[in-house]
């Protein structure tokens, strides 16, 4: 998987030949919750960003490339926006907020409800501020009526200037050619920015890591998963080429969150580890050897020094 960075690329060298495409970047922006990466995930066909049901499962901005023969969009996954209540809250706004500089339009994703919140009220005011291109995408049609979905769309598109609304559901890929086909309207001729097997600007190492936070956040009761984080120690190709050894470390905020990650004689964190290794094989495409360990970091979200430490850093987004 490549990884490039778009800091450092040469726009001078980028494809100027060729028929005419459309392409940019597109920001993925909405409440905890929405589907914006399952949304992601199903528009480029693969998955890179993690899911769960819990709020708040995407941390950092994490950018995918679709390719198609009409061009390019490179899409910026973000974290919901929601009031922070510690230093790793505020690295998450950041990072969605900052992303608005940095695209050429914009994906609201909402919920089908019938009432406008808080939360989306701030969003559109910061939409309006931005002044960028955006569409109103309503997902999860697949749960509620259609009279839901129609009052929902009713009532979110009069919360500021949108170039089209949509109806979608990401789940089940429901209307998503009609997403794309309007937003290759919206976007303007351009260069491929990106080289078309470039599928997304993740390091391995990060995947993989996000894929045992992952299978923690399934497996794992409400209160302990807000506070974990994972980081990977060793990841290291034996030399035959058909086993990769890994070491990871789950760093949690209290003891007792490190005896529920556990489980009773390790079952918990076997059960972890056996579905985090199964996935990251069919990522690298070797066998996997996946050790985990579990560290008590105590209210490390409130720690400026750790939450960078542990990859969540403003000044990498700027």
């Given amino acids: 998987m490549e990884n490039t960075d778009i800091t450092s690329l040469d726009l ?4 100027s030949s060729g028929p005419k495409i459309r392409s940019g970047f597109v920001a993925l922006i909405g409440r905890p919750n929405v589907g914006k990466s399952t949304l992601m995930n199903h528009l480029i066909g693969q998955k890179i960003a993690i ?13 995918t490339v679709y390719n198609s023969e009409r061009g390019q969009i490179v899409f910026l996954d973000t974290p919901g926006i929601h009031k922070a209540k510690n230093r790793l809250g505020e690295y998450m706004v950041y990072a969605a907020e900052s992303t608005l500089r940095e695209v050429d339009a914009v994906l609201w994703l909402v ?8 939360g989306d009220r701030r ?18 049609i697949d749960k509620v009526k259609k009279d839901i979905v ?3 769309l009713e009532t979110h598109r009069n919360l500021c200037r949108f170039e089209d609304v949509l109806a979608v559901s990401a789940l089940h890929g429901r209307n998503l050619d009609q997403l794309t086909d309007s937003l290759f309207r919206l976007l303007p001729y351009g260069p491929r920015y990106f080289d078309e097997d470039t599928v997304t600007d993740q390091p391995v190492r990060q995947i993989a890591a996000e894929m045992i936070r992952e299978k923690a956040l399934r497996s794992l009761g409400e209160e302990v998963p807000h506070g974990i984080a994972v980081l990977i120690d060793v990841m290291k190709e034996r030399p035959e080429g058909n086993l990769t050894d890994i070491e990871a470390t789950i760093v949690c905020e209290r003891e007792s969150h490190k005896g529920i990650i556990i489980g009773k004689q390790g079952a918990m964190l076997k059960k972890i580890g056996m579905e985090a290794r199964q996935e990251i094989e069919g990522l690298l495409g070797t066998k996997v050897n996946l050790k985990l360990w579990v560290k008590v970091r105590k209210n490390w979200r409130e720690s400026d020094i750790l939450v960078r ?4 850093d403003k000044k990498e987004l700027k």
């Fill in 12 to 15: 001078s060298t980028l494809q």
């Fill in 150 to 152: 129609a009052k929902a």
């Fill in 123 to 140: 969003i559109a005011q910061m939409l309006e501020k931005a002044g960028l291109p955006t569409i109103l995408v309503v997902n999860k």
């Fill in 111 to 118: 919920e089908p409800e019938e009432q406008v919140g808080a």
């Fill in 51 to 63: 899911t769960s049901r819990k709020p708040q499962t995407t941390r950092s901005r994490i950018q």
């Fill in 309 to 312: 430490n542990f990859g969540y």
